[in-house]
């Protein structure tokens, strides 16, 4: 599995999620978004609509019908209801991805220490690979 971890800087959580569901969907794959926050998901899902005409990002909440068909799904839980393989934590706040092939955590600035901690316990786990990203003069770049 790999996990990757996003300082978010510049950019607003739903610009970031939207840059992320593109390249997963770009992929064939599906992706879970989660953030206990109702307002907060709201936010991502008009980020996902509204990323651009030649990047549309079909979305929907977990919990409403025909959620298995969507390629994007919004949940304050980490369950997948359209089968996805990727996961965003897009609260800064870590849950088990266990049965994703792969894990985001977004975090700024407030939830940093958590991330932090969240990085260290991750250390040494078997058959898992970390990454950590930030912005440089606005570009992601990998710096772990």
Not at 18 to 46: M, T
Not at 110 to 133: C, I, K, V
């Amino acid at each position: 599995m790999k996990v990757d971890f996003w300082q978010l800087s510049r950019d607003p959580v739903e610009k970031v999620v939207a840059l992320i569901a593109g390249r997963v969907l770009g992929s064939d794959e599906r992706l879970l978004v989660v953030a206990e926050d109702a307002q907060r998901r709201q936010e991502i899902s008009r980020g996902l609509w509204k990323a651009g005409p030649e990047s549309f990002l079909a979305n929907g909440e977990a919990s409403g019908e025909g959620a298995d068909q969507h390629p994007i799904l919004l949940s304050d839980k980490c369950e997948s209801p359209n089968s996805a393989s990727h996961v965003v934590f897009a609260d800064g706040e870590w849950r088990d991805p266990a049965g994703f092939e792969r894990a985001f955590l977004l975090f700024d600035e407030s939830s940093l220490e958590a991330a932090r901690a969240t990085w260290r316990s991750l250390d040494g786990a078997e058959g898992l690979e970390r990454s950590f990203f930030r912005q440089d003069d606005g570009k992601w770049v990998k710096v772990a």
